[in-house]
Nanobody, 116 residues
Framework: QVQLVESGGGLVQPGGSLRLSCAAS????????MTWYRQAPGKEREFVAF????????NYPDSVKGRFTISRDNAKNTVALQMNSLKPEDTAVYYC?????????WGQGTQVTVSS
């Protein structure tokens, strides 16, 4: 079955960096686009980053553009999110997502807290 396992979250000071990783299994990873979302307390889940199956195209909302970078390793079935210049408003649970045959799959999430 499809499994997504996020890791790499933690507590970081404003201006710091974190690298999240998502390990995927149970589907042909290299032919599916992957997406990162986040959800802050009391807020709706929001889109953070998107990457095409081959990694040749990415997309970000204005809130993270220039600070976050999504990448993937199709040999290792992983997708990463490099987050730089973190701000307190980036605090959230970050989720990895894939849509396979019209069904959305999510990982358990990893907590990112940006605070001094």
């Amino acid at each position: 079955q499809v499994q997504l396992v996020e890791s790499g979250g933690g507590l970081v000071q404003p201006g710091g960096s974190l690298r999240l990783s998502c390990a995927a299994s149970g589907f042909p990873f290299s032919i599916y686009a992957m997406t990162w979302y986040r959800q802050a307390p009391g807020k709706e889940r929001e889109f953070v980053a998107f990457i095409t199956s081959g990694g040749g195209s990415t997309n970000y909302p204005d809130s993270v553009k220039g600070r976050f970078t999504i990448s993937r390793d199709n040999a290792k079935n992983t997708v990463a999110l490099q987050m730089n210049s973190l701000k307190p408003e980036d605090t959230a649970v970050y989720y990895c997502n894939v849509e396979v045959r019209g069904f959305a799959y999510w990982g358990q999430g990893t907590q990112v807290t940006v605070s001094s």
